[in-house]
């Protein structure tokens, strides 16, 4: 098993799995380390559904368009969730605040799934497996892979995550050095425009030299233009379609 350090640090999203499956050991272990995350209020406002039969992946990747949701050994699908809580409520008649329609509560929701999926990364990078988080899980149409995975009302889905035995080793990325990163005590106060620009040069350096497909984009363009296109997710319906609305 890989040390912690080089389980964090050597890390870089695999998009093409060998055929081999994913161990009962190895997905037992990578199950303990997701049940074992820091949740808020310890209320584990989350729920994982790991998909591996083959026709529900196809179907996932059919409207995903992530191949790699097809081809891997087990696609997880990490979800905020109040039904279990509800639920519990309902059985010992215990009134249920509707935290679920506040920004806090959907917030504890997202958050509480998306500890639960990084847990789960260092586990599968631990075991020498690879793995690729899938945010268009969330955003391409949440109410079709809700009603494919047949999710009850309050439980909506976060991210994914492929899950495999590597066939690739990406290079590793540049990530913004530790000054834009990392703060000591308050904000930093300074003009932080060299070092962004200075990152931006960066990755499209990465992005024009790196092993497999190379590309001229920069950083700040991309980023932006990914904000751009997401102007047009409807994630405030999505979340209304699946018993989340936001009061205060």
Known sequence: MKSVKDSLLLRSSCRRYEREAVTPEQLQFIYDAIRNTPTSYN???????????QPTKER????????????CSHFMVFCMD??????????????MPP???????VTVGM??????MMSAVVAVEALGLGCCPIGYARTKDPQAIAEILHLPSHVMVICGLA???????NDLKPKQPASLMIHHN???QDDLTADMLAYDAEVQHYNKTRAG???DNDWVSHIVDYYRAAMDYEMLQALRDRGFDCKK
């Open 60 to 71: 996932l990747e059919a409207l995903i368009g992530q191949k790699q949701i097809k081809t």
């Open 163 to 169: 899950i495999g035995v590597p066939r690739e080793h």
């Open 99 to 105: 935290f679920y329609d506040t920004v806090d509560g």
């Open 43 to 53: 209320g584990q406002q989350f729920t994982v559904v790991d998909v591996n039969d």
């Open 213 to 215: 497909s190379q590309t």
């Open 186 to 188: 308050e904000y930093r």
């Open 111 to 116: 958050v509480d799934a998306s500890l639960a």
């Open 82 to 95: 109040y039904h279990k809580i509800m639920a519990g409520a309902k059985a010992k008649g215990v009134d």
